[in-house]
T-cell receptor, first 109, second 113 residues
Framework: GENVEQHPSTLSVQEGDSAVIKCTYS??????FPWYKQELGKGPQLIID?????GEKKDQRIAVTLNKTAKHFSLHITETQPEDSAVYFC????????FGKGTHLIIQP | SAVISQKPSRDICQRGTSLTIQCQVD?????MFWYRQQPGQSLTLIAT?????????ESGFVIDKFPISRPNLTFSTLTVSNMSPEDSSIYLC??????????FGPGTRLTVT
């Protein structure tokens, strides 16, 4: 089955700086790669996704890149703000979603 | 998109009892799922809720322990049966839309004493 590795487990950045979270997947048949933001006490919120026929997608301060050959994808957050502090999960899907272990993003004021 | 609600939001239950969690989606979706999330950890798929037929369970999860119903396209229930403290967790309902996006409910925080 699919295996998703996510790094780093914790990321601390200064407010205004950029943050990058990286994931790798094992099943080359996976074709959908969403990213979720989870705040304390809440369910995961879909923030951006990318499909296998696209290399990059951007939505305001958030962007995701996909390298199918290397089987890795990354989340980029620019101009970070305190409200970006949360746990971020990547996932990969062929049939069902397989999640990474999460990254705790801390924005230092 | 899809907005998902769950009831109850949290509960404290006694060992040996059962709890049924309800999930309602505000629009028709192609697939519904149930996940479990231990505090501070990632999400684990319990089962896919199939409309009008038996759910499809992942390895390590069985129907007798986690019976699931999905009577229509927008509603599902998950029962946690004969609970033990090890069942204390957050249970999340999820739904996949026609455009392939997958959304999650707010979760049900279960504590078994």
């Amino acid at each position: 089955g699919e295996n998703v590795e996510q790094h780093p487990s914790t990321l601390s950045v200064q407010e205004g700086d950029s943050a990058v979270i990286k994931c790798t997947y094992s099943d080359s048949a996976s074709n959908y790669f969403p990213w979720y933001k989870q705040e304390l006490g809440k369910g995961p919120q879909l923030i951006i996704d990318i499909r296998s026929n696209v290399g990059e997608k951007k939505d305001q301060r958030i962007a995701v890149t996909l390298n199918k050959t290397a089987k890795h994808f990354s989340l980029h957050i620019t101009e970070t703000q305190p409200e970006d502090s949360a746990v971020y999960f990547c996932a990969a899907r062929f049939n069902g979603l397989t999640f990474g272990k999460g990254t705790h993003l801390i924005i230092q004021p | 998109s899809a907005v998902i609600s769950q009831k109850p939001s949290r509960d404290i239950c006694q060992r040996g009892t059962s709890l049924t969690i309800q999930c309602q989606v505000d629009s028709q979706v192609t697939m519904m799922f149930w996940y479990r999330q231990q505090p501070g950890q990632s999400l684990t798929l319990i089962a896919t809720a199939n409309q009008g037929s038996e759910a499809t369970y992942e390895s390590g999860f069985v129907i007798d322990k986690f019976p699931i119903s999905r009577p229509n396209l927008t509603f599902s229930t998950l029962t946690v049966s004969n609970m033990s403290p090890e069942d204390s967790s957050i249970y999340l309902c999820s739904a996949k839309t026609e455009n392939y996006e997958q959304y999650f409910g707010p979760g049900t925080r279960l504590t078994v004493t």
